[in-house]
C-alpha cells in the first residue's frame, strides 16, 4: 500500500501563487511516476502534470509555463509550483502515484482563485 497526503490548498487572488504538496509513505517502488490531476465542480477530471523517477515531466496545456513540478526522492514528496494563478485553476486538486503494478489517489486538496 502507498498512502499519499497532500496539503497546501487554499483560497488565492487571481495571480497569485500555491504551492501543493503530495507525501508518499509505504510500500513506494523505486520506478514510479507521481502527479497531479485535478477536477473542477462540473467537468472532468484533468491531467495537471506528472514526474517520473528519474524526474522527467510532463505538463498540460493549461499548465505549462505557470506550473512546475517537483520531487524530493529522499522525503517521497512531490510538489507542485502553480503561479499566476487564475479562477480556472479553481478545482480539487488530488495527488497521484502508480508505478508498474499500483495507481494510488489522494484526498484531495480544495484550490480556490478569486477573480
Known amino acids: 500500500q502507498v498512502q499519499l497526503v497532500e496539503s497546501g490548498g487554499g483560497l488565492v487572488q487571481t495571480g497569485r501563487s500555491l504551492r501543493l504538496s503530495c507525501a508518499a509513505s509505504?510500500?513506494?517502488?523505486?520506478?514510479?511516476?507521481m502527479g497531479w490531476y485535478r477536477q473542477a465542480p462540473g467537468k472532468q477530471r484533468e491531467l495537471v502534470a506528472y514526474?517520473?523517477?528519474?524526474?522527467?515531466?510532463y505538463y498540460a496545456d493549461s499548465a505549462k509555463g505557470r506550473f512546475t513540478i517537483s520531487r524530493d526522492n529522499a522525503k517521497n514528496t512531490v510538489y507542485l509550483q502553480m503561479n499566476s494563478l487564475k479562477p480556472e485553476d479553481t478545482a480539487v486538486y488530488c495527488c497521484?502515484?502508480?508505478?508498474?503494478?499500483?495507481?494510488?489517489w489522494g484526498q484531495g486538496t480544495q484550490v480556490t482563485v478569486s477573480s
Open positions: 514526474i517520473r523517477n528519474d524526474n522527467g515531466t
Open positions: 497521484h502515484y502508480h508505478d508498474l503494478r499500483r495507481v494510488y
Open positions: 509505504g510500500s513506494i517502488a523505486s520506478i514510479n511516476t
